[in-house]
Every structure is written in C-alpha cells, then in structure tokens.
C-alpha cells in the first residue's frame, strides 16, 4: 500500500487549466482516469487526509504510486481525451459498463453491391446502416418477414448468392416473391440499391409515405379492374402496418431521442436506455456495472453517454437526448454529442407531459433490471471473495491472490506440443491476456519439461520487462505533466503500440523475436503489456512433478515471491512444492470450485489452439514451404493446372506459363514437390488398390 504523498506534486506544479489526470500503479499501469476543469483544484482533492476521502477513493490512491497529467484547450478535448483513455487503456478504477447481454441489430449492409438485411450482432461496422438493437432476433426476422413483401432486398448469404449466380437459378425466396433476385439479373444493381434505400427510410421512421402510396396504387388498380394487383397491394400495405404495430406510438410529435435512466444503489449501478425513432420505442438496451469510484447519478449519467455514443456519428445520435440527471458540465457533453452527429443535440431532462412518462417507464425498467441482476449476481461477488479467502487459507498465503495464472499443456501423442495461460482477476477470466505457446526446446512428449519450459519463459519476459521499465531502481515513481496524449503514442514494427498489445501470443522463434523489438522500441505508457504484471498465484495442470517444475523455473529465475500449486485431474487434489501430501479442500469449497474453473478455462484454451494447429499441419502442402509464395500465386498455380496432382507432373517451363512465376519461382516449386514425394505409392491394404492423389492434394 502507497503513501499518496509518496507522489504528491510539488505545490504550483499543477496547472490550472483544464485537462485529463491518470493515476498509475507500482507496474506503471494506468488505473484511473478522470477530466477537471482545473487540474489543480480537482488533484488537490485526492491528496488530504485519507480518513477525509470515500473508501474506494482511498483505495484507489493508496494502489497508485505517480500521477500525470495532459493539459488541453477546451472541456471538450477533456471529455473526448478521457473517453479515448479508458478505451485504451481500460482502468479498473473506472467506471465501466458492461452489456447484460448481446443485443441482437436489424443491418443493411450498403457498403456491398448488393446491400443484403441480416441480422447482427457485435460491433459495428462501417458502412452498414443499423436498427435496434431489439430484445430477440426472432423479433428482427418477423419484422423482416412482413416487409419482403414490399421491399423484397436479398437477405441470402455471400455463399448461396455466388451458387445462384453461378447456376443462374434463384433461391426459394426468389421464387415466392420475397427477393428481387439481383443475383440472376431480375434487377440491376442500381435498382436493388433503391430497394434498400426505401427499406432503411421505413425502418427510420418515414412509414406514412410508403403506405399512403400503396394505397393509391391499389386504389387506381382497383378503377382500372386489376383487381389481382389491388388485392397483392392491399396485402402489402397491411403487412406493412402489421410492421409498424410491432413498435407502439409513445410521443405523438414523431421525435427522435434516447431516454436514459438510471438505478443504483452503493455498491452497483443499472443503466436502461430506451431508443425512440419517429415517436415509436424502435429499440431498447441495459448496462450493469460495480461503482468502482466515487461517482453520483449525474457521473453514470456522463459515462453511460460516453459508452453509448462515443463510437458512433451522424443519425446515430438522435437529435434529443433524455436523462435523470444532467452531467458535471452540460454544455461540453452537448458540444461533444453535437460534434458527433454534425448538428445539435439537446440534452435535458424531462420535465411534464408524455416525455416525462415515457422517462418514468425507463425508470422503472432500470430499477426491476438492477433487482434482477442483484438475484443472479449479488452471491457472486461474496461468493468469489469467498473462494480467494478459501484459497489463500489453504495454500497459506499472505493475501487473497487477486491474479491467478494458470498453465495447460496441451498435445496428440506427442505432437503439436502447446501450452496455454489463462489469468483470473478478481475470481474473473481476463481473457484479453491469455496467451498461448509452442514447444520449442524439445521433441516428443513431456509434460514435466514443457511446463518447466513454459514457466521459465513466461517469467523471463517479466523480468525483463520489469528491468527495462527501472523497477529494479530505488528511485521513485516519475510525476509531473505528460508532453503528449496517448493519441501521439509510437508504433512499434509497422503496428500501433496499441494493436500490438492487445494482439493474441503466437509463441515461435520469429514471432518471439519480433516480439522483442516490440517491446523495446514501445514506450512505457500504461497500456496493458505481454507478461508486464506478476500474479499472486499461479496454478499448474497436474500433480507433484509439473508443481516441482514450475517451482523449479520460478527458482532459477531468481523469483521468490509468487506462490505455485498444482491441481491434479484424478481426485482433484491440491499439490504445493516440497510437500509429500496434497491439500484437500472439501467437495463443497468454493475455493476449490474455483480453481477448477481456472484449471477448466486453461485446458480448454490449450485444447482449442492444439486443434487449429493440428488441422493447419493436415491442410498443409508442400506450395507452403516455397519461398515468397503467397496464397495469391498458389491459388493461380492451382487454377491452371487444375489440381495438386497435375502440378507435380509439371515441367518447370509449363510452371512458367503461369501469369506471375518466374523461372526461379517454377524451380523452387518443382525442387519443393520432389523432396515431398513419397518413397512409394500408398496401398490400400483392404482392397490392394494404390491411392492417388485427388484435385485437393489429398491421399484417396
């Protein structure tokens, strides 16, 4: 536990200007981020008397070891800084909302030629136009069910679209009238565009023009006895209102805004936001989240905006927005909201009339979501701080391990050697650090010199991470303002520092090498690094041989204060180094439970990368170890030999007639399939017939 005036500024060290503050912990992890209209004043308040401050607060300063700061022109950059900061740098003092589940979208995707409507769910992509989100996607398909009839856009998949073009033959829905079919030339592609246009305007709230069309077409067909069309375009029109009956009429002006409300009480806080288009609830969403920090409704309100606004632009922010309680300062969220959409955005709270009432229903739907999610959730939080105490008293440590990291080893009867680290924090997966490894000091099948192998290069990069940020150094903890925000950050081996830490592990020689430079030519800036932070425990896959292993690696690295246990699978003992006798912990012990979700998590990991590895290995072909052969020119050798077999029958003058291989390129191909070529044909011993090779590359 830090002394905060350990890293206290020097008086008149701190401007008075408004900007953005990170608190950094002892690993120079960023931990909390916040904004000031005056840095000096809103600082001054975390360094008094920690009896004086809210106890998450204390517990927040008290983690920190140094503070920086950015200094910026206007409250706006403040508030897009400190949002671009707590995406990036994701602190776990801050408030962060979660979704309590994956809401499903209606997507036209305009970006391709022929704009298909889907379902979606996930981020958001460029260039598709998004409805919703709504409660079930089943909702999604009734509702676009309904409209094909009117706007029959292709809703087929890239796959049955290019077998329809391919066979000039339409999907069913081509048939029954639900689909322009574009893909055999029913439409042009300008035509299909509209389609999807017109579907968008309805979907957006523009309904009365299209049904009011609708009926005068079946009203001129109808004095023109086309009584087949008046009856199909009757049908239409209803079905479209059968549409809009999906979505009630709750503000008669045909507004377009969100409503936000907010329930919560000490400890956790429910956000429930209720999006209204052309005066109809077209969608509706829920977050959850632990009050981290010291934060009134007014501060979820501004963090709940920044989450739900802050990726998107244009009409996806209304022209309105309603909330409980009006954000620290108004006037820059209004700014900011209104830079996002390109024009203004009021932001209030309602006061009297239908708006009012509709905030009321929004109120009520955060304070049953916050009831409900206390049901499911509220033992969890006892229940996880139970299974760490359980587990700290058993395996006689200090303080509850907050980090757990857990090793698997993962292989098929001794190949495609691999392992796997998951990490628990707080009784929770961290999947954005697992990482994952190959083998590489050894063949064959040994599990006891893999998990060493395995713990000591892991445990090495932290060292040298830990020497090249100077925690070894007796200096203290830099303070003082920051030059730049995190925006300018250096890339590193042509990948933003950014990507490169947040990108997956591939454990090879090259990758490891690369990685290397990586991390020396990275700044230290707070983001979330490979292997920069040391658990408290960690946890091996296995009994007494693979703990002494792992300690062993632990020991000759000279590191002696992270604890190591083993679980072994049999009767789901615990194994602690230099220990004839496992700990026992009982059946019902939370503790137990929990390390045998981490043991569970670490195994399938390790599962699931041996797998990919295996079925790569098996779709491999000798085209793979040419060099400088992309996939490009191996897809055209292909092409025009027509298989693998051909090819390797091939002269190197014929491999030349292909656009785009040289000479050179042709004989590394030709060298390539002789040093693959089997001693002998395979038999099949069943039948006697000798097995060829078919157009994949494939024994058959």
């Known amino acids: 536990m830090a002394d905060p005036s350990s890293y206290r500024p020097k008086p008149g060290q701190i401007p008075d200007s408004p900007g953005v503050y990170k608190f950094r912990d002892e690993h120079r992890r960023v931990i909390y981020v916040g904004k000031a209209k005056n840095l000096r004043q809103r600082l001054a308040n975390y360094f008094q008397d920690l009896a004086g401050l809210h106890p998450r607060t204390r517990t927040m300063v008290t983690t920190a070891a140094s503070v920086e700061w950015t200094v910026v022109s206007t409250e706006v950059e403040a508030l897009q800084l400190e949002y671009s900061w707590i995406k990036e740098y994701d602190p776990r003092f801050n408030v962060k909302y979660r979704d309590d589940k994956s809401y499903p979208y209606l997507a036209v995707t305009l970006n391709e030629e022929f704009p298909r409507v889907q379902v979606m769910r996930g981020a958001k992509r460029k260039g598709v136009r998004y409805f919703g989100p709504y409660g079930h996607a089943w909702a999604i398909r009734e509702t676009v069910d309904l409209m094909l009839r009117v706007f029959p856009v292709r809703t087929c998949s890239a796959g049955v679209f290019k077998n329809a073009e391919r066979t000039g033959r339409p999907c069913l829905l081509g048939y029954i009238g639900k689909c322009s079919a574009p893909c055999v030339g029913r439409v042009t592609p300008e035509e299909h565009r509209d389609l999807a246009e017109d579907f968008c305007d309805f979907m957006a709230g523009r309904t009365g023009t299209y049904i009011r069309r609708l009926e005068k077409d079946m009203m001129q067909a109808a004095e023109e006895m086309e009584y087949e069309r008046a009856a199909r375009l009757r049908d239409d029109a209803e079905a479209l209102r059968r549409a809009m009956e999906k979505s009630a009429v709750v503000l008669a002006d ?45 501060g979820l309100v501004e963090h709940a905006l920044q989450q739900l606004y802050g990726e998107e632009s244009g009409d996806s922010v209304p022209k309105e927005v309603l909330v409980p309680a009006l954000p620290e300062d108004p006037e820059a969220v209004s700014q900011w909201l209104a830079d996002r959409r390109g024009s203004q955005v009021s932001l209030r709270i309602p006061q009297r009339g239908d708006k009012k009432d509709l905030m009321i229903t929004v109120q009520r739907n955060a304070q049953q979501a916050l009831g409900l999610h206390k049901t499911k959730r509220a033992s969890d939080l006892t229940t996880r701080s139970r299974a760490l105490e359980e587990i700290a008293e058993a395996l006689g440590l200090d303080t509850a391990p907050l980090r757990v990291e857990c090793f698997d080893i993962s292989h098929l009867q001794g190949d495609d050697v691999v392992a796997s680290m998951v990490v628990f924090e707080d009784g929770l997966a961290r999947k954005s650090e697992y990482r994952r490894f190959q083998i590489k000091g050894f063949e064959g099948q040994d599990d006891v010199r893999s ?20 925690e070894w150094e007796e200096t203290p903890a830099p303070t003082g303002p920051v030059p730049a925000p995190a925006s300018a950050a250096p890339e590193a081996d042509g990948e933003p520092a950014a990507a490169v830490a947040a990108a997956p592990l591939r454990e090879d020689s090259r990758e490891e090498t690369r990685e290397e430079i990586r991390e020396e030519s990275r700044e230290d800036d707070g983001r979330p690094k490979r292997f920069a932070y040391p658990p408290q425990l960690v946890v091996v896959d296995g009994g007494q041989p693979q703990v002494a292993a792992a300690k062993r690696a632990l020991d000759e690295l000279g590191i002696d204060d992270i604890a190591v246990c083993g679980l072994a699978k049999r009767l789901e003992e615990v194994w602690l180094p230099d220990d004839d006798d496992p700990v026992v912990l009982p059946r019902s012990s939370e503790g137990l439970y929990l390390l045998q979700r981490i043991r569970d998590e670490a195994h399938r990991f390790a599962i699931t990368y041996q797998r990919a590895k295996r079925a790569k290995r098996i779709r491999s072909s000798p085209l793979d170890d040419v060099p400088g052969l992309g996939e490009t020119r191996k897809q055209a050798l292909i092409k025009h030999f027509g298989s693998v077999k051909k090819l390797r029958q091939a002269t190197i003058d014929e491999i030349c007639e292909v656009p785009g291989i040289g000479r050179r390129t042709a004989e590394s191909v030709a060298a390539a399939f002789v040093e693959a070529a089997p001693a002998a044909p395979a038999v099949n011993t069943a039948t006697g017939e000798i097995i060829e090779e078919d157009d994949g590359g494939s024994r058959t």
């Open 254 to 298: 045909a507004t377009d805004a969100d409503l936000i409300a907010v329930a919560e009480d000490e400890l956790e806080a429910a956000v429930q936001i209720f999006h209204v288009r052309g005066g109809r609830v077209r969608g509706q969403r829920g977050w959850v989240t632990d009050k981290v920090e010291a934060v009134d409704t007014a």
């Open 451 to 470: 998990m060493h192998e395995v713990i000591g290069r892991r445990f090495k990069r932290y060292l040298q991470e830990k020497e090249r940020t100077g």
